[in-house]
């Protein structure tokens, strides 16, 4: 029992030709799809040095916020400190630097 078209002879031979027609097809096409794995292969690996340059900034982001913290921390309790003490001693020192400032200007201005 033979197949139709798939014998040897005189049908058989358009579909031997359709076969590799086929096969030809699907090796383009797997060199298209080899090429489409390829460029996202490179995209991923891009991807991940991206993203770990990223994870090492906010690492050094982390770090400096942390000292800011702490500056403005130790800042926050001179100002505690300050404020604890006599007001009139700060309403003076406040005025003294008021006065200085606006000498200052003064002298700007003038200058100008």
Same mark, same amino acid.
């Given at each position: 029992?033979?197949?139709?078209?798939?014998?040897?002879? +005189?049908?058989?031979?358009?579909?031997?030709?359709?076969? %590799?027609?086929?096969?030809?097809?699907?090796?383009? =096409?797997?060199? +298209?799809?080899?090429?489409?794995?390829?460029?996202?292969?490179?995209? %991923?690996?891009?991807?991940?040095?991206?993203?770990?340059?990223?994870?090492? $900034?906010?690492?050094? $982001?982390?770090?400096? /916020?942390?000292?800011?913290?702490? =500056? =403005?921390?130790?800042?926050?309790?001179?100002?505690?400190?300050?404020?604890?003490?006599?007001?009139?001693? =700060?309403?003076?020192?406040?005025?003294? /630097?008021?006065? /200085?400032?606006?000498?200052?200007?003064?002298? /700007?201005?003038?200058?100008?």
């Amino acid at each position: 029992m033979r197949r139709a078209g798939l014998g040897e002879g +005189g049908p058989g031979n358009y579909v031997a030709s359709g076969y %590799s027609a086929y096969e030809e097809e699907n090796e383009h =096409l797997q060199e +298209g799809l080899r090429a489409k794995v390829s460029a996202l292969k490179h995209l %991923s690996i891009d991807i991940g040095t991206e993203v770990k340059y990223q994870n090492t $900034m906010l690492d050094d $982001m982390d770090s400096d /916020f942390d000292s800011t913290g702490g =500056l =403005l921390g130790a800042t926050i309790g001179r100002v505690k400190t300050l404020s604890r003490g006599s007001q009139t001693k =700060l309403l003076c020192y406040m005025l003294l /630097f008021c006065l /200085f400032v606006f000498t200052i200007l003064y002298w /700007f201005i003038r200058l100008r």
